[in-house]
């Protein structure tokens, strides 16, 4: 699977993927599977994934552009994260993006304020207190750093994305309406890595085109090789945040807890339909991204 990591890759872009190629080089390699060789083929060229473009080169941008033709960005990052983003960049003396004029961003807050409740509540009384001071007095990445030692680090990877399903069921439907508009494509999704969010969005979309689930774990297992290269700044990263270097991995594991966790609950179609990416969206999409 290592050619359908990007060729050529970016200089300023990590974890770039083509999600239509992997899941169609996936089928290519099981073609002896007499279901599997029944499947569509997804379209390629449609569905991009990557972590933050906030680094992207002029060369990048003109690939991205040329290349790929992108049309659309879904940013899923809080407005902390691109604002955090900023700063560094402005300190390191680095510009804008060199890519904000020449596509459209849609950005979807996926962590919303019901997912940061939910973790808010499971702190005990006085680490609670302790974090709202905190806030109050705008000393956010300690608050965070209370979450992340205190919750999010306990929660685990797999937690934390039955905790975003539950939760941040509006961004997830923002970020997946996107895809039924026709004029929007290709899209490419992204938060800081695109390795959790990215890939729960990822994930969904290939839940509703009836993706074979080994298929889809080997399209979210790649983002171990496409952040090797950032992954000691990944370390340092969550650290900081109180939690530790496991949340850097992509473990295929995951992906059958959240096939599970939407099971439990009735399905995928149940769960869409309770979001409100209903039977008829499903299909314009499937019409979409299916050849």
Known sequence: MAETITQPPFNGINNFRDV??????????????????KLPRLREGMILRSGRLDDATAEDTDLMVNSYRLKTV?????????LNRRIISRNQEKGPSYGEK????????????????????QLRWWQALWFFVLVLLQRRMTAIRIIGRNVMSPRGLVGLNKDSL????????QALEVYLDPQAYPVLVH????????????????????????????DYVLSNQGLDR????????????????????APEELVDEVWKFL???????MYLDELGFGPSKRQKLRGLLLE
Not at 166 to 172: E, M, R, S, V
Not at 195 to 206: A, E, F, N, Q
Not at 230 to 249: F, H, P, W
Not at 263 to 269: F, M, P, T, Y
């Open 263 to 269: 099971e439990d609950r009735g399905g995928v179609d």
């Open 191 to 218: 938060c800081t890595q695109g390795k959790d969010r990215s890939g729960l969005i990822i994930m969904l979309i290939l839940f509703s085109l009836r993706i074979p689930l080994k298929f889809v774990k080997a």
């Open 166 to 173: 539950q939760f941040c069921q509006y961004g997830i439907l």
């Open 20 to 37: 239509g190629r992997v899941i169609n080089a996936c089928k290519a390699y099981d073609n002896d599977d007499i279901e599997v060789a």
């Open 102 to 121: 020449r596509w459209n961003t849609v950005k979807v807050n996926l962590i919303g304020r019901k997912f940061e409740m939910n973790l808010a509540q």
């Open 74 to 82: 879904i940013d899923l990052r809080t407005k902390s994260e691109v």
């Open 230 to 249: 950032v992954r000691a700044s990944m370390i340092n990263e969550v650290l900081e945040i109180g939690m530790d270097e496991k949340y850097t991995q």
